[in-house]
Nanobody, 117 residues
């Protein structure tokens, strides 16, 4: 299984980006039963959980991104998304996709998001 993250880039403050994370070589039933999380790590800081998308459809968000970020999943495409609006300079980080479930803990390589002022 591989998690292919994409969609990062350079954007001005106030702008938007949508990150995608596609689970390749993961069978559909496993994807449906797996929670997908988005983490980020800024330079000199610890990796932090930004948003989570559980198999049952429940979602969670870190306080600083509530109201600005939205995570979703497309089970047919085996892809999860992180829509990021009203971006701030403090959102600058490498964003990682994580798949977690019974006996599963996969990480994508990360995609850089840079927000300029």
């Amino acid at each position: 299984v591989q998690l292919q993250a994409s969609g990062g880039g350079l954007v001005q403050a106030g702008g938007s980006l949508r990150l995608s994370c596609k689970a390749t070589r993961m069978i559909s039933s496993t994807f449906w039963a797996t929670a997908f999380n988005w983490y980020r790590q800024a330079p000199g800081k610890q990796r932090e959980l930004v948003a989570g998308n559980s198999a049952d459809g429940s979602k969670m968000y870190e306080d600083s991104v509530k109201g600005r970020f939205t995570t979703s999943r497309d089970n047919a495409k085996k892809t999860v998304y992180l829509q990021m609006n009203s971006l701030k300079t403090e959102d600058t980080a490498v964003y990682y996709c994580n798949a977690r479930g019974p006996n599963i803990d996969y990480w994508g390589e990360g995609t850089q998001v840079t927000v300029s002022s």
